[in-house]
């Protein structure tokens, strides 16, 4: 009887399986990733406009707050002002309207409050 070695085929198709079933996992989490990560830099971007916008309305005085909107490239910044406290402070809602990778468009608010 002569020794033989190697792999049969049946070896090598079920460890070719493996590595695709290994492959495909990996591709998805990379889409997934690459997802997560575009939606993080539009949050961001969506809170860095709402900060400006929040320190752009801290320095009027409070009877110039008024409601407004304006765009920004491609984002949509709205905010809108209500009395509170009996007229002593004023509540500051900022939303930002941004567009995403599947052509719709996601909304974030923030919200600060003001002294006058």
Known sequence: MTDRRGFTIVEVL???LVLTVGMLGLVTTAALTTRMIGQGQRYTEASTLASQRFEILRARSCTALADSTETQ??????????SADGGKSRVITVTVTSP???GTARTDTFTTKRLC
């Open 73 to 82: 490239g491609a984002y949509t910044v709205g905010w809108t002002v209500a």
């Open 100 to 102: 995403t990778g599947a």
């Open 14 to 16: 079920i460890a070719v």
